[in-house]
């Protein structure tokens, strides 16, 4: 585990969980007013580094007022119910969506081993939240973290109908989730997600506008590393465009024959020859799997065209 400062009161946790090729892709941020919000967990397999770093910036347990999810896919939110049961005063806020697969994982777990297969086993099950510890958060709900530092909720769906972004407004910190694509920071790299089954383009697109539209100092990417960059946003919208097109002038081919066709028309992509074997073949499995996510957004919105 690794924990680097954002702001005074901002702190980025490098969960680094156990698995080959994943030491630098899952990010928790952790915000301090009076009161501590930690923003997504990872999942269960890290969330003792989790709690180390809480440790090591000497937050008490009891401090954590609130868990905030930016989306229930389980390397963001496996975590969330044994975190909770540490932190004694915390809620749990997540999109309503996501509110009862966070109580009932049941389901949420079977079709995460569907999507991820052997992945999902080394992320760790997901253990249920109590559903009276949790908050819904609707659209445009302030958090109050006492101290003068608040954070407002944005409902963005599109990489997931239950996605949720964040935005702390005094120093202009906004934290993406997934919405905005994965930010390979190691690389100045970013790169779609649109997982299958929930991704929706335009949803994506139009929860772009709208976080364009705070206009934000700093983005905080759950996948991986923040960026004054802020042109990213606008950026992500041309690569959501321009895989798009890839994958339906090759669709016919096999998902990894278009694999192949993105990494070569996508040239920012040549920086992925950078990493090291596990971490490209951790890049390759995601990108195999928003080729899926693509072709059922196509074939569920844009048949006829
Ligand atoms: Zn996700």
């Known amino acids: 585990m690794e924990i680097r ?3 005074d009161n901002v702190y980025m ?8 090729g994943f030491e630098k892709f899952i990010a928790s941020y952790i915000v301090m007013g009076e009161k501590t919000a930690v923003i997504d967990t990872g999942p269960t397999c890290s969330i003792q580094n989790l709690l180390n ?5 000497k937050i008490p347990r009891e401090n954590v007022s609130y868990v905030m999810l930016t989306h229930i896919h389980i390397d963001h939110a496996g975590g969330a119910g044994s975190l909770l049961k540490k932190l004694p ?10 509110a009862f697969h966070m109580s009932n994982p049941k389901k949420l777990w079977e079709s995460t081993k569907l999507v991820l297969g052997r992945l999902a086993e080394e992320y760790g099950e997901v253990e249920p939240t109590q559903p ?6 609707t659209d445009e709900l302030n958090l109050y973290l006492g101290g003068g530092i608040k954070i407002k909720v944005f409902d963005t769906p599109g990489h997931a109908p239950h996605h949720l972004s964040f935005y702390e407004e ?12 994965v930010y390979l920071e190691e690389l100045g790299l970013l790169r779609p997600s649109t997982p299958p089954p929930g991704f929706n383009l335009n949803e994506n697109l139009r929860s772009i506008d709208r976080l364009v539209a705070l206009n934000p100092k700093i983005l905080c990417y759950s996948h991986f590393g923040f960026t004054k960059k802020i042109q990213n946003l606008l950026l992500y919208k041309e690569k959501l465009n321009l895989w798009l097109r890839i994958v339906k002038k090759h669709k016919q081919k096999t998902e990894e024959e278009i694999f192949k066709k993105i990494l ?8 992925l020859k950078k990493l090291e074997t596990s971490s490209f073949e951790r890049e390759r499995f995601f990108i ?13 919105f844009e048949k006829q065209t």
């Open 288 to 300: 195999i799997n928003n080729v899926k996510g693509l072709i059922q957004y196509i074939e569920k």
């Open 132 to 137: 009276e510890k949790i908050l819904v958060g």
């Open 5 to 7: 400062k954002v702001l």
């Open 13 to 20: 946790v490098n969960l680094e969980p156990p698995i080959q």
């Open 264 to 271: 070569e028309e996508d040239k920012d992509l040549n920086l």
């Open 170 to 181: 005094k120093n202009g910190i906004l934290f993406v989730g997934e919405v905005g694509g």
């Open 89 to 98: 005063n915390a809620k749990l806020v997540v999109h309503s969506k996501g």
């Open 53 to 57: 770093a809480l440790d090591r910036l």
